[in-house]
């Protein structure tokens, strides 16, 4: 018995020393990689926005591509044409030449990148003019109402500056995702992204028998008649639960009535039922308006407008970067259970 302890400390010890390293690794990996910025401003608290050059990025990785595979001579010949097209680009720069600004926006059950994309947005509008594009790349699978809600409000203020927003998915957009994403000039979608789940849904255990078994009372006190329709260890009543069901049907009167606004000639009726769609059929229903990858939208961009991805880094403790990264697998994994088995 003693032996196995010791093992067992030993592979503990191990195990954390490994999840040590391999955080440490992610943020000395997260600080080299800000080099790449064309740009990028501290705040007092140590945040940063950052500005990458996408036409420049892309004209990088060709020319590495082209001088690894093309004989000497027609590289350089190639190389010569790229510099005289970069040259027209410059003189061109005088020019109201369009701009497309690249946001990405991984959600979670909070919505926790909620905080950079309102800072994103608000340098945005400071600078936007009336033929600027904003493209969203959006990865969401919903959580809580509240924080996805104001998500969908910070996309709302761009709409409201009369930008172009475009919302592009290429893995999901479910429930609070698809919130978000509603609020778009246009949606775009891979082939195989998840698209809808329109539904409000609350869940919780009750131990209260459990603890009935084990002689361990429970007490609640609250002033206000539905302070509290679930609990989790007391014992819920009918009367609890039918108020809980009206709340979450008001609430999902209120998530229909915002895509509503948004995409008017939707069938709610069809489409707000919590059921989910690829992209195939999630096109011949009216909840996208093309389907594409978002690297294929940005290809087709490239020649006629400057693109400029935006990150907003906030300072955060490693301790937080991990819970971060631990949730947002978590969120994901649901996801794919979901797709998986319903």
């Given amino acids: 018995m003693t032996e196995a302890l010791i093992d067992y400390g030993l592979f503990a010890a191990k195990s954390l020393t490994l999840i040590i390293a391999i955080v440490l690794g992610l943020i000395l990996l997260a600080r080299a990689r ?20 996408l036409n420049h990025r892309f004209a990088n990785m060709a020319d590495i591509l082209k001088h690894a595979t093309l004989p000497p001579k027609l590289y350089k010949k190639a190389a010569k044409a790229e510099r005289k097209e970069e040259k027209a680009r410059a003189k061109a720069e005088d020019s109201d030449r369009r701009r497309l600004f690249v946001l990405d926006f991984h959600g979670d059950i909070m919505a926790t990148e909620t905080g950079g994309l309102r800072e994103m947005i608000s340098a945005l509008l400071l600078v936007a003019r009336p033929d600027d594009e904003v493209l969203l ?3 969401n699978s919903g959580g809580a109402v509240h924080e996805h809600g104001l998500a969908a409000s910070q996309l709302l203020r761009i709409r409201e500056r009369n930008v172009k927003l475009t919302v592009a998915v290429d893995k999901v ?3 609070g995702g698809y919130l978000m994403a509603c609020v778009a000039n246009r949606i775009v979608a891979a082939p195989f992204a998840v698209i809808g789940s329109i539904g409000v849904l609350a869940e919780l255990p009750n131990f209260h028998r459990l603890l009935q078994e084990k002689g361990i009372d429970f007490e609640l006190h609250t002033a206000g008649e539905y302070k509290r329709t679930l609990t989790v260890f007391g014992e ?3 009367e609890g639960r039918e108020k809980l069901r009206q709340q979450l049907e008001e609430t999902h009167g209120l ?4 895509i509503h606004q948004h995409r008017p000639d939707l069938d709610l009726d069809k489409v707000a039922t919590g059921e989910y769609w690829h992209a195939e059929q999630a096109l011949e229903l009216g909840l996208i308006d093309a389907i594409t990858t978002s690297d294929d939208y940005l290809l087709a961009a490239h020649d006629d407008a400057d693109l400029f991805k935006l990150r907003y880094r906030a300072r955060k403790r490693p301790l937080d970067r991990l819970l971060g990264v631990v949730q947002h697998g978590l969120g994901h994994a649901a996801a794919v259970l979901a797709a998986r088995w319903r």
């Fill in 34 to 53: 800000r080099g790449g910025a064309l740009g990028s401003h501290d705040d007092d608290d140590g945040s940063r926005l950052e500005v990458v050059d």
């Fill in 137 to 139: 790349r959006l990865d």
């Fill in 173 to 175: 957009a479910a429930s």
């Fill in 236 to 238: 819920n009543t009918d």
């Fill in 255 to 258: 998530f229909k009535a915002f």
